[in-house]
């Protein structure tokens, strides 16, 4: 597979529990970026990492959540005590430095928490 | 940071017509505008970008055109056909590595 893979592809949580999703980027792509996206808007940037370091975080990017790609290849998102407030899709997406160029978008996990 | 503006919200044109999107944006240093369709239930996917560089892109029935001084840039379908159907987003590439998306556009082709 030469795409962006993210698991699960749908979560269902109680409110304040932990959940944590998986994305593993194009395997020749060093950048990876997380974008969270609500019913009816655009993605909305939440952080991205160029190879294992995280270069930028957004301001949406609560205490509770962390992210993590440790060994610049997977990535792995966290939301802590989650919110209903943190109901949506979260997509991945990589990139190469290399060229400016758009992102490839994996197919998201989209959470529900009730 | 950057502020992309898109409109409208939503769209209906007869198949065969012509539908236009329009996206406004903040920071001048932007140099990268791609523009994604997303299918209901699916994955944004990048269908044309331009550059700063350049003023108008085009590909098959599929054109941007940008014009940096009024920092604004278009999308373009020509002959729309139901599979057209979609949600359509812009985004620009800031200062920083991260896009800025619009609100999107919700475009309805009826046959």
């Known amino acids: 597979d030469t795409g962006v893979s993210q698991d699960p592809r749908h979560k269902i949580t109680k409110r304040g529990q932990n959940v944590t999703f998986r994305c593993d980027p194009i395997s020749e792509h060093n950048r990876l970026y997380w974008y969270r996206q609500t019913l009816g808007q655009g993605p909305e940037f939440l952080t991205y990492f160029q190879n294992e370091a995280q270069l930028e975080k957004s301001r949406l990017l609560s205490d509770r959540f962390s992210a993590e790609r440790p060994k610049g290849s997977f990535s792995t998102l966290e939301i802590q005590r989650t919110e209903q407030g943190d109901s949506a899709m979260y997509l991945c997406a990589s990139s190469s430095e290399r060229r400016l160029a758009g992102y490839t978008f994996g197919s998201g996990t989209r959470l529900t928490v009730v | ?111």
């Not at chain 2, 409109?7 to 198949?15: A, R």
């Not at chain 2, 329009?22 to 209901?40: G, I, M, R, V």
């Not at chain 2, 239930?41 to 029935?61: A, Y």
């Not at chain 2, 379908?77 to 985004?91: K, L, N, R, W």
Request: overall charge neutral.
């Open chain 2, 1 to 111: 940071g950057e502020n992309v503006e898109q409109h409208p919200s939503t769209l209906s044109v007869q198949e065969g017509d012509s539908a236009v999107i329009k996206c406004t944006y903040s920071d001048s240093a932007s140099n990268y505008f791609p523009w994604y369709k997303q299918e209901l239930g699916k994955r944004p996917q990048l269908i044309i970008d331009i550059r700063s560089n350049v003023g108008e892109k085009k590909d098959q029935r599929i054109a941007v055109t940008l014009n940096k001084t009024a920092k604004h840039f278009s999308l373009h379908i020509t002959e729309t056909q139901p599979e057209d159907s979609a949600v359509y987003f812009c985004a620009a590439r800031g200062r920083g590595d991260q896009f800025y998306f619009g609100t999107g556009t919700s475009l309805t082709v009826i046959p």
